[in-house]
């Protein structure tokens, strides 16, 4: 069998060296396997968005490291297609228009936009003539990519491909053309903890039905074992000592309400979610609401004269430093009925939720906590638990309005949301080879992954003709001249170096 490996993450020791792992399996399988690298070509990928020629050099050596040392000995580079340079981009005006843009009839746009939404932290794409330009440095980078995969394809006729996560302008305009060509496809992602990776057949990791039937399929009610460990997962939510995800209660006061809180109200909370990486994710949409802010300013009016409810809008504590579109409607609203807390505020995520008589979310992990914990939670939009029985799921405001006027709305049984426990806490495959500690110290082999390999200045020397590309797309992305300071921006802020 022919593996291609599409391998733009090296800036990364973590996700590079759950690539390497995997392409060892396959070797000493007997398979053959290729590896596209970049070789600088990429103009703006997820990984180094401004094309710091030092973050390219470090990428360029630690694949050319690794390759020689694992025995790979097909490496081809990516070529630039004058082609690209040439297309006539339509003035794109909304966000649906940029995510139906195709070329050679594969939807880049898609990949396009959750890349620049993610950077961005913003939907709201539209506004700034910089932020169109890098839609159009975006687009012309996957059409390249579509052009070099089309002609690998071609020329290696492989059997199955393999790559970083695949939501992304690069990724995605992989996925896509593997899909158009029933190419078989991997896709890699850190599983549970930083312990496992995960690989999704045919698939992206965001996938709803891919990830929940994995949790379904995994998940035996009977079992008591995995019942203590689903069981664990919820209590070290609360506790603030999981693995899974960041601690968000580090700045929160246990039992610390919002001043004037009345109890005497029938109190009503709603948990909202920043809206960049699923925002385009086609499994994500819903028929509800374009976005968020929407949903919740129906809701308030609908409630606007009804004096006993009152609603508390928890913004998620990653949005703590963010001014977008999102944020910057919430804090211009102005509804009697609404307390707003803010991402950075004391406010106690838990003591809230159990002061309050019912929660409302769009996705975050709250909303299958809050059955764990016998609250009645109704989920708006989309989620990997929309597919379990212990949550409401209104598809209609009219039935989200008579699930919240509802009196005494009994809470659904906490056995329906355990299978969720027990998945996030043990799901992906164990690492052999790969020994992660910190963002600094990544092994493998016993060895840690260093940043400067001797290719890397060569390579850093062959790239510095790139010069002028670098401080354009700086100016671009961070809206400022190339300074000594963005010598050491390298990578997306997302990522785990």
């Known amino acids: 069998m022919k593996l291609l490996v599409f391998t733009t993450n090296a800036l990364s020791p973590f996700h590079y060296g759950t690539e390497v792992e995997i392409m060892e399996k396959y070797i000493a399988e007997g398979h053959e396997v290729h590896v596209v690298k970049c070789n600088s070509i990429l103009q703006s990928c997820f990984f180094n968005p401004c094309h710091n020629l030092l973050g390219c050099a470090i990428c360029d050596g630690r694949t050319e490291y690794f390759m020689s040392k694992i025995g790979v000995h097909q490496v081809h580079s990516l070529q630039h297609y004058s082609e690209v340079d040439e297309m006539i981009i339509p003035e794109l005006k909304t966000l649906d228009e940029l995510k139906a843009f195709t070329f050679h009839d594969l939807a880049i746009g898609r990949g396009v936009a959750s890349s620049v939404i993610s950077l961005e932290r913003d939907y709201n794409l539209f506004a700034e003539r910089r932020r169109k330009d890098l839609l159009k440095w975006q687009i012309r980078m996957a059409a390249n990519v579509v052009l070099n995969m089309e002609q690998l394809f071609d020329d290696i006729q492989p059997d199955k491909v393999l790559l970083f996560n695949g939501r992304h302008s690069e990724g995605y305009a992989v996925v896509s053309l593997c899909a158009a060509r029933n190419i078989d496809y991997l896709t890699h992602e850190r599983g549970c903890s930083y312990e496992k990776y995960e690989l999704y057949e045919n698939s992206l990791p965001q996938n709803l039905d891919y990830r ?24 070290k939510k609360r506790k603030g000592t999981n693995t899974d995800d960041r601690n968000y209660l580090v700045k929160m006061e246990q039992g610390h309400l919002p001043k004037g809180f009345d109890s005497t109200k029938r109190n009503i909370v709603l948990f909202n979610s920043s809206e960049d990486e699923m925002k385009t994710i086609m499994q994500w949409e819903t028929h509800l609401y374009e976005h968020q802010n929407e949903a919740i300013i129906a809701l308030l009016q609908h409630f606007e004269n009804q004096s006993e409810f009152h609603f508390y809008l928890r913004m998620h504590p990653n949005l703590e430093k963010v001014d977008n579109q999102q944020t910057r409607d919430i804090y211009s609203w102005d509804f009697p009925n609404l307390t707003l807390i803010r991402p950075d505020e004391k406010i106690h995520t838990y003591s809230l939720m159990d002061a309050c008589e019912k929660t ?26 929309d597919q379990m029985e212990g949550i409401y799921k209104p598809q209609s405001f009219e039935v989200l309005y008579k699930l919240v006027a509802t009196v005494g709305l009994s809470p659904k049984h906490k056995a329906d949301v355990l299978a969720y426990g027990y998945f996030w806490s043990t799901f992906g495959k164990e690492f052999e080879k790969l020994e992660y500690q910190d963002k600094h110290h990544t092994y493998y082999e016993g060895k840690r992954i260093r940043r400067i390999y001797p290719q890397s200045v060569f390579s850093f020397l062959k790239f510095l003709p790139k010069w002028s590309l670098w401080r354009k797309l700086n100016r671009v992305i961070l809206g400022r001249p190339l300074g000594w300071r963005d010598l050491f921006i390298l990578k997306s802020h997302t990522i785990e170096q």
Not at 362 to 384: D, H, N, Q, R
């Open 212 to 235: 929940q039937q994995q949790m379904f399929d995994m998940w035996d009610g009977n079992n008591p074992e995995k019942v203590a460990i689903a069981t664990s997962w919820f209590e």
């Open 360 to 385: 409302i979310t769009f996705g975050s992990t709250i909303g299958v906590e809050a059955t764990y914990w016998g609250k009645p939670s109704i989920l708006l939009g989309k989620s990997y638990y």
